[in-house]
C-alpha cells in the first residue's frame, strides 16, 4: 500500500498564506492585537482562525512551488490585505481618543496623562478609559463576532492572487480616518458647548470681579462639572460609537 503525500507541500504553502493575511490582521484589531496581549494567545488565536477558515477558501489559491518568487509575491499581497483590514479597525476606534483629548482639554485634564494599554503609549486620562470602555462593549455586544465574518468576507473583496487596487486601498483608509475624526468629535460636541459657555462665564465673572482667583475657582468647578456631564452623556456616546465601529464593519462585510 502506497500513500500518497506529494499535496501536502501546497496545502502546507496555502496555510500560510491564510495565516499570513488573518496573523496581520489579528496584530493589528482592536482588543486582540493589544501590546497588553501575550503574544502567545494572539499566536494560538490567529492559528485558530486560519485552521476554520482554511478549508472555505484553501481551493482560492492557485500555489506554483516550483516557483518560489511567485510565492513571495502572493505572500506579500496577504500581508498588506491583513494589515489594509486591520489598520481600518484600528483607525476606527482611535475615534475614541479624538473624544478623549477634546473632553480632557475641556475639562482641564489635558494635562494628566497614563500609559494607554491599547496603544502602547502616553495619552490622556479620559481618552484611555473611553478607549478601554469601547473596547469592552466592542465584547459585551458582540461586535467581535462580526470581526471574524469580516475576515472571511476578506476573500470577496480582496480575492487571493489578485493585485490590490491601492488606490481603493488608500481610499478606504483616507474615509475611515476621516470619518473616525468626525465621530470623534461630534462625540465630544456636549464638552465643547459646556466649555464655551463656562469659559466665557469665567471670563465675564474675572471682569465683573478682578480681585476674585477666578482660576482656583474655576478648575475644580470645570472638573466637577465636566464629570456630571460626562456621567450623563456617556451611554449615548458609546451608542453612537458602537453603531459607527458597526457601519465601519458593514463596510468589509457586503455579504452579510
Known amino acids: 500500500m502506497r500513500i500518497d503525500i506529494s499535496f501536502l507541500p501546497a496545502l502546507a504553502a496555502v496555510f500560510i498564506l491564510i495565516f499570513a493575511r488573518i496573523g496581520t490582521m489579528i496584530m493589528l484589531l482592536p482588543a486582540f492585537g493589544e501590546m497588553v496581549i501575550p503574544p502567545r494567545i494572539r499566536l494560538v488565536v490567529a492559528l485558530a482562525l486560519t485552521a476554520v477558515l482554511f478549508p472555505l477558501h484553501r481551493t482560492e489559491y492557485a500555489v506554483d512551488l516550483r516557483s518560489f518568487e511567485s510565492i513571495l509575491v502572493l505572500l506579500g499581497k496577504e500581508l498588506l490585505i491583513g ?34 494599554p491599547t496603544q502602547g503609549q502616553q495619552g ?64 465630544a460636541a456636549p464638552f465643547l458647548v459646556f466649555g464655551l459657555v463656562f469659559n466665557v462665564s469665567l471670563g465675564l465673572l474675572s471682569r465683573l470681579m478682578p480681585e ?45
Open 83 to 116: 494589515a489594509v483590514l486591520g489598520m481600518t479597525a484600528r483607525f476606527a476606534i482611535s475615534a475614541l481618543q479624538v473624544t478623549g483629548s477634546i473632553v480632557a482639554q475641556q475639562l482641564g485634564l489635558g494635562f494628566v496623562t497614563a500609559v494607554d
Open 212 to 256: 476674585m482667583q477666578v482660576f482656583f475657582i474655576g478648575l475644580p468647578l470645570s472638573i466637577l462639572i465636566g464629570f456630571i456631564v460626562l456621567l450623563l452623556v456617556v451611554g449615548a456616546m458609546m451608542g453612537t460609537f458602537l453603531d459607527y465601529f458597526e457601519s465601519v464593519l458593514r463596510d468589509l462585510t457586503p455579504g452579510l
Open 124 to 187: 490622556v486620562l479620559v481618552g484611555n478609559f473611553l478607549t478601554m470602555l469601547g473596547v469592552t462593549l466592542l465584547f459585551t455586544t458582540d461586535l467581535h463576532h462580526v470581526l471574524i465574518a469580516a475576515l472571511n468576507q476578506s476573500y470577496t473583496l480582496f480575492r487571493p492572487g489578485e493585485v490590490p487596487l491601492t488606490g481603493d486601498m488608500a481610499a478606504l483608509m483616507v474615509k475611515t480616518m476621516s470619518s473616525a475624526f468626525r465621530i470623534g468629535v461630534q462625540l
